[in-house]
């Protein structure tokens, strides 16, 4: 009975601290702080950087299909 209690107190702290730290992300919004910082700035040069092709200055040919 004794390892069970422990096991379960274990088992409660485990869920408290993991609940405690989902409520610090949220409060903080550091989820949201994260992608805004972190992540836009790397897709923004990833995606500026692209080569783009203009379709509209492409030749119009019946049986062929353009290279996008």
Do not use: Q, S, T, W
Not at 20 to 39: P, R, S, T
Not at 43 to 49: A, T
């Amino acid at each position: 009975m004794n390892k069970l209690c422990k096991a379960l107190l274990k088992l409660f702290g485990i869920l408290f601290a993991a609940n405690a730290l989902l409520f610090v992300v949220f409060f903080f919004d550091l989820d949201g702080k994260l992608l805004f910082n972190v992540v836009e700035p790397f897709l923004k040069r990833h995606y500026d950087n692209m080569k783009r092709e203009d379709v509209l200055k492409m030749p119009y040919e019946m049986d062929k299909f353009p290279k996008y």
